[in-house]
């Protein structure tokens, strides 16, 4: 354990409003911990510049699943556990039942949010891919008020955020899908349980008379931060299921992504990979 | 610096209370505070397992707890298993089927089999691989202890 | 007793919680140790520097100017310093420099990164290539840490009248043990009577190795050092070695604060700094007549041995006599270096060498067989060793061996003709999933290599107890093989008492005497033989002195003994290693018996790969050996399941990847070893033949598992994706990508 102890501090604020007050009277001094599945691995690691902590997991404005008019609303403090074994979240989002099947296991399930896993802005987490299919949307609170964020438009580049440092996420909705849909999420980690993602694809597509009327797909561990597969889209939207473009679409998703050699992978498995389980997913699309 | 906390658990069944700094591991304040060294370290990364522990009903890896967030909470680690010296099912089956080899996952393992077994009492084999894949194992290659999960349901069953 | 599947002893201890591990000890007023490290990979010490923000005065410092003895860890050879001095070549980016120790981990831990070293760095080399092409000479004149020539009739002599002549070359990487609870020590050094005492008690496998080291270290006599065997979180030859410098390190804390010294390793570190499997480089020649017998074999095999020799001559030895396999070969060369390398020394895992050697032999034979166009069961049946042949080394094979029936048993198990016919059609369908099947035939030399054993000499005995039960008295430890069971069970055996009246002794150098090292597959079949003799001697001492009349009950034995314990204050008697009079071995020409027995084995895999992600998953393996009689079946069965994980981690996913000779991805994380959701269920089928050598009949069995998997998973990927160059293990997703595409750009 390399993490300094005695340095560090951790307080329980008894509200939002009050974790909010001290977010905004202190900008940057307080660090949001929730389900603490990465910053305590950083801070074990003796890795971790933040010293002071945020204690929210007891903050109940921030927590549940809840249907709110055409959209299911995730507070920031769900659980991969409360994602994994909600009714609706089957029913709705089968790929968000996947991503969180897939982060880490159960005892980190039980633990991590996803909140947490949105601002910890890991290119490779589980989660993103599948929220980017769905087109979610965040929800900021801070002191100041309360705003929306498309969620692709929501990571500026390796760890940055469209985040004010006195700004929280307070949740996460999602758009139940309508109409006749197709969902699919792939992960390829480094083994088959227990991972982290070298390659993540999400989608989702809505079919009306036989063509992809509206899709998007959200890739893992291919850049910076989770992305939006633009270019692929492009090439697929309004194309008919029974003649899908795939090389062309394989062609344009390189576009999409700007991987990187890391110890996990290299930067070409990663691109070949990405192409070919798009490949899959588009066999999959053709015989739905 | 921050202010040292007097922490209250219902721990193994028994009101635990300790002074400890707020950030400080749940797991070294189970292992150093309150001696109960059955919960190992294995990684410190809440990969291995080997620290897992019940949090109010749920496995967690102790190494990535705080102590703060245990606050009030039920903790039940692998010395809160058996019952007056005498082993759970789970515990027994290992026993029998050589479920711990070197013993270090044991712990943890057993945590994660219990949860398992609770929440599902006639898993499948898929159901039992996924249930521990979160527990590493270096000595069995988990076929013995999937036959001792499989044996501690069937008996679960049978009764 | 033999034969049966008894309980594990310590395994109530072991699922309550309450087995005692090294840093499981509550030790009161305990310093907690440190180790600060080289980060470079060669280069001289020019200083040490203590910086600011520390409170410097309340640590206990340690430097290579303060030991005591002699500063070099004794092993194999004597060339790996403690700590590395001023002036002194730093050899290796984890080379330890300072030791420091404080009340307080977490300031410990803090003043470690205040330390800062001063280092005129030298360039270094950090490969097998590099070593053998002298980049740098960094060791003796060659940068050879061992050579080993093994020539059985003349290969050269061959080459040109064969029909075939078939080359190739294989590679295999480190691999880490990743034994789940990492190293650690805890020391207390005492002055009494005018005199030091230095006790450690920790995770190691070999008591006595690291009581010698200690006894070096500290310049003391035999009696003044104890060393005691704490439950042990798993080793695999990780803890054979290794213990001996930390160990060092922890007394030294201890001898210089004068108070109790707690030295964990966290995983980081453990991974960064301790032994790994060796990396390979193995460059085969066979030569084969038109009906496919082997004529001629030639290897030149090469393991990277780090910086220093430490156990690498040993691995070395005995991956050379398993390189050549179990095929009868009328010309063998056998060429073996061990280089040194700017690396943290690898060391001992479980198959010490022969896992390499056997991988580029068994890959090699599928090779051969796809060039000679025949089936590779058929080429091997057509050459397996037989009894009245002679391997490499000239020893004879004294046993009816069966290595055909062997390998049926193990292709009828998995049912590898109806699957390969099967697959050959699936395989030609559209989807991504392709399965293959492949096997490989392999055996494992038992014991110490050589003359390993007649030096080792080793003793073992039995006490008995005031209670009248038995305890054993050996320095093997248990480590989750299960030796407490094992030993019990061949005790009880040889004096014909129920298993729980008897129980092995604490493994503690005051109390127990040298059984040797628990390596080399060795304790049950050497060990459990000694004992076998020392409980026999026991009984008939009992006996003879009139404490016991044969025949007797379980009851009646243990009234003699207390009765015994009672009169005599201690009732012992001790076993000590005989050399059998057939072995005969010679050292300097690598002629004779190189060990008493071989374990004999074939393992058979099935794979499914999946040409979108190149991920290979095992669908089936099966396993069937013939080990001599199986003391345990459970707790083998046990054994051989997770050396196979441990293989097919090898094989598919473990990968040390490195920078400067560092690990970088040193941690649980990015060290990829088997989950639960990973492996099949692994089949096991023991062919019992009793080997008068071992205690009832039984031969080794620790570290057989961990040589087939690897080449049997890369010929089953030969099955399922046609002959690509697989030639390396680990064989990732990444690395068997790059091979495909070597083939569809031509």
């Not at chain 1, 692929?232 to 090389?247: F, I």
């Not at chain 3, 309450?18 to 305990?30: L, S």
């Amino acid at each position: 354990m390399r993490g300094y102890l005695s340095d560090c501090d951790i307080r329980v604020p008894g509200s939002l409003t009050e974790a909010l007050a001290m977010l905004s009277g202190e900008p940057g001094v307080w660090t949001p911990f929730a389900g603490g599945t990465d910053l305590m691995v950083v801070y074990n690691a003796g890795r971790l510049k933040a010293t002071r902590f945020l204690d929210l997991s007891g903050l109940a404005e921030l927590r549940g699943i809840q249907e709110e008019g055409a959209c299911l609303a995730f507070g920031s403090l769900a659980t991969f556990s409360d994602i994994r074994d909600h009714r609706a979240v089957h029913q709705h989002f089968p790929n968000l039942v996947k991503s969180a099947r897939a982060t880490g296991a159960l005892a980190i399930q039980n633990r991590g949010t996803l909140g947490g896993n949105i601002v910890n802005a890991s290119p490779a987490a589980d989660t993103p891919p599948s929220l980017l299919a769905y087109g979610a949307e965040l929800e900021l609170v801070s002191s100041r008020g309360r705003r929306r964020v498309a969620y692709d438009h929501f990571h500026l580049g390796y760890k940055q955020m469209d985040l004010a440092a006195d700004e929280l996420v307070a949740r996460i909705l999602v758009p139940k899908p309508e109409g006749r849909s197709f969902h699919y999420f792939r992960k390829v980690g480094t083994r088959q349980a227990q991972a982290i993602a070298k390659v993540c694809l999400a989608a989702h597509v809505r079919i009306v008379d036989g063509n992809l009327a509206e899709l998007r797909i959200g890739l893992g561990s291919v850049a910076p931060a989770p992305v939006r597969a633009r270019n692929a889209e492009a090439a697929l939207l309004g194309k008919s299921l029974t003649d899908l473009p795939v090389l062309a679409a394989r062609a344009a998703l390189l576009a999409d992504m700007s991987p990187i050699d890391d110890i996990r992978a290299s930067a070409h498995y990663r691109s070949v990979v990405t192409q070919n389980v798009l490949g899959h997913m588009l066999r999959e699309l053709a015989n739905v | 610096m921050a202010d040292r906390i007097n922490l209250v658990m219902k721990l193994n069944g028994e009101e635990r209370s300790v002074n400890v700094h707020p950030f400080a591991r749940l797991l070294d304040v189970l292992r150093e505070d309150l001696r109960l060294t059955g919960t190992k370290e294995g990684c410190g990364e809440g990969e291995c397992g080997a620290c897992t522990i019940f949090l109010n009903g749920q496995v967690v890896n102790s190494c990535l707890v705080p102590a703060v967030q245990a606050q009030g909470a039920e903790v039940i680690t692998v010395e809160g298993l058996a019952r007056g010296g005498e082993l759970s099912p789970i515990q027994a089956a290992f026993v029998a089927h050589n479920g711990a080899q070197c013993g270090f996952c044991t712990p943890g393992m057993l945590v994660a089999a219990t949860d398992l077994l609770n929440r599902c009492p006639n898993p499948t084999e898929d159901e039992i691989r996924d249930g521990l894949a979160g527990n590493l194992c270096r000595c069995t290659g988990y076929s013995k202890i999937l036959d001792a999960v499989q044996t501690a349901a069937a008996d679960g069953a049978s009764r | 007793m033999i034969g049966a599947s008894s309980h594990r002893k310590e395994g109530r201890a072991k699922v309550m919680g309450t087995a005692i591990y090294t840093d499981d000890k509550f030790v009161p007023d305990a310093l907690h140790g440190v180790t600060v490290r080289s980060q470079v990979p060669r280069g001289i010490l020019k200083g040490i520097h203590f910086g600011g923000g520390i409170p410097w005065a309340e640590f206990t410092i340690v430097t290579a100017a303060d030991i005591p003895g002699k500063n070099l860890v004794a092993s194999v050879m004597h060339d790996q310093p403690f700590l590395v001095g001023i002036g002194e070549e730093i050899t290796h980016m984890e080379q330890p420099v300072v030791l420091l120790a404080h009340s307080n981990r977490h300031l410990a831990e803090r003043a470690r990164l205040a330390v800062a070293l001063e280092v005129e760095e030298l360039p270094a080399i950090l490969d097998i290539q590099a070593s053998l092409d002298l980049e740098q000479v960094i060791y003796g004149t060659h940068n050879l840490l061992k050579e080993i020539r093994i020539q059985k009739g003349d290969p050269s002599k061959v080459w040109d009248r064969a029909a075939h002549v078939i080359e190739g070359e294989y590679f295999t990487g480190a691999q880490e043990q990743m034994y789940l609870e990492t190293n650690a020590m805890v020391a207390v050094v005492e002055e009494k009577d005018a005199q030091t005492w230095v006790t450690v008690w920790g995770s190691l496998q070999c008591p006595y190795y690291v009581h010698g080291a200690l006894k070096q270290l500290f310049g003391l006599p035999e009696d003044r050092v104890r060393v005691v065997a704490m439950e042990m979180g798993g080793a695999f030859g990780g803890k054979e070695d290794y213990p001996s410098v930390n160990g060092g390190h922890a007394a030294l804390l201890a001898w210089k604060s004068g108070k109790p010294v707690k030295l964990i390793y966290d995983r980081e570190e453990d991974l960064a700094c301790t032994t790994k499997r060796h990396p390979s480089r193995s460059r085969l020649k066979t030569a084969f007549d038109a009906e496919g017998h082997l004529l001629a074999l030639e290897t030149d095999f090469v393991i990277d041995g780090g910086a220093y020799a430490t156990m690498s001559p040993v691995v070395l030895s005995r991956g050379a006599i398993h390189a050549a396999g179990l095929y009868r070969c009328p010309h063998v060369k056998v060429h073996a270096r061990a280089v040194a390398t700017n690396t943290p020394p690898p060391g001992a895992f479980r198959g010490f060498g022969a896992p390499q050697s056997l991988f580029a032999m068994e890959r090699h034979m599928d090779i051969c067989a796809r060039k000679l166009g025949l089936d590779p069961v058929e080429l091997r049946r057509k050459n397996f060793l037989r009894l009245g042949d002679t391997m490499a080394t000239g020893q004879v094979i004294r046993e009816d061996l069966d290595l055909g029936g062997l390998m049926d048993r193990a292709l009828a198990e998995i049912g590898y003709h109806d699957k390969r016919a099967a697959f050959a059609i699936t395989n030609q369908g559209e989807g991504p999933i392709k399965r293959g099947v492949g096997f490989s035939v392999f055996m494992h030399g038992c014991g110490f290599t050589g003359s390993g054993e007649s030096y080792l000499a080793s003793v073992a005995g039995v006490e008995g107890l005031a209670d009248g039960t038995v305890s054993i008295l050996a320095a093997s430890t248990e480590m989750g093989q299960g030796k407490n069971t094992v030993f019990s069970q061949i005790v009880a055996e040889a004096l014909k008492l129920p298993y729980e009246l008897v129980d092995v002794a604490e493994v503690d150098t005051d109390r127990v005497p040298n059984s040797g090292p628990t390596v080399a597959s060795r304790s049950t079949m050497m060990v459990g033989r000694i004992l076998e003799d020392a409980a026999i001697g026991f009984k008939q001492s009992l006996v003879q002195q009139g404490f016991l009349q044969e025949p007797y009950t379980p009851e009646s034995f243990q009234v003699a003994v207390a009765k015994a314990v009672a009169t005599l204050g201690s009732v012992k008697c001790y076993g000590q290693y005989h050399r059998p009079p057939n072995i005969v071995w010679n050292d300097s020409t690598y002629q004779g018996d190189a060990y008493p027995t071989f374990s004999w084995a074939c393992y058979a895999a099935e794979v499914a790969v999946d040409l979108d992600t190149y991920e290979v998953k095992v669908e089936d393996f099966v396993t069937v050996q013939e080990v001599g009689r199986v003391v345990n079946p459970r707790l083998a069965a046990g054994q051989v399941e997770g050396g196979v994980a441990q293989g097919i981690g090898w094989g598919l996913w473990e990968e040390v990847t490195t920078k400067q000779g560092r690990m970088i991805n040193n941690q649980m994380t990015n060290y990829i070893i088997p989950t639960s959701a990973d492996l099949p269920r692994i089949q096991v089928v023991f062919l019992e033949n009793a080997h008068p050598a071992g205690p009832g009949g039984a031969k080794g069995i620790g570290e057989l598992p961990m040589d087939g998997p690897a080449p049997a998973l890369l010929n089953a990927l030969e099955g399922a994706l046609g002959p690509l160059r697989l030639d390396e293990v680990p064989m990732t997703p990444e690395r068997l990508l790059q091979r495909c595409e070597e083939v569809s750009h031509g």
